[in-house]
């Protein structure tokens, strides 16, 4: 059973750092994409930032500058560094992975962690 588990949420002021991680448990054969996403108040969901199996990024242009994400692929695992943050980064921020399981290896399927407040204040 693949899961997405995450750490790294809480509370800092403004112009702080969090670190958020996401780690991928289960029987995997192999992780391609992964991304962070996030859920503020009264809005639909977005996507933050994402990295391809290779370390290709791609990030939303109101964190660019501000948030790094990055992978260790050895340990299941993808971060996402938010460095100058600010009020309107406050949000549920959520974990996704696509990934192919050892019982399908060729077939990727998409995954959701649970989700974690960030909450930034001023």
């Known amino acids: 059973q693949v899961q997405l588990v995450e750490s790294g949420g809480g509370l800092v002021q403004a112009g702080g750092s969090l670190r958020r991680s996401c780690v991928a448990s289960g029987s995997i054969f192999g992780i391609n994409t992964m991304g962070w996403y996030r859920e503020a108040p009264g809005k639909q969901r977005e996507l933050v930032a994402t990295i391809t199996s290779g370390g290709r990024t791609n990030y939303v242009n109101s964190v660019k500058g501000r948030f790094t994400i990055s992978r260790d692929n050895a340990k299941n695992t993808v971060y996402l560094q938010m460095n100058s943050l600010k009020p309107e980064d406050t949000a549920v921020y959520y974990c996704?992975?696509?990934?192919?399981?050892?019982?399908?290896?060729?077939?990727?399927?998409?995954?959701w962690g649970p989700g974690t407040q960030v909450t930034v204040s001023s």
């Open positions: 996704n992975a696509d990934i192919t399981s050892v019982a399908k290896p060729l077939v990727s399927y998409n995954y």
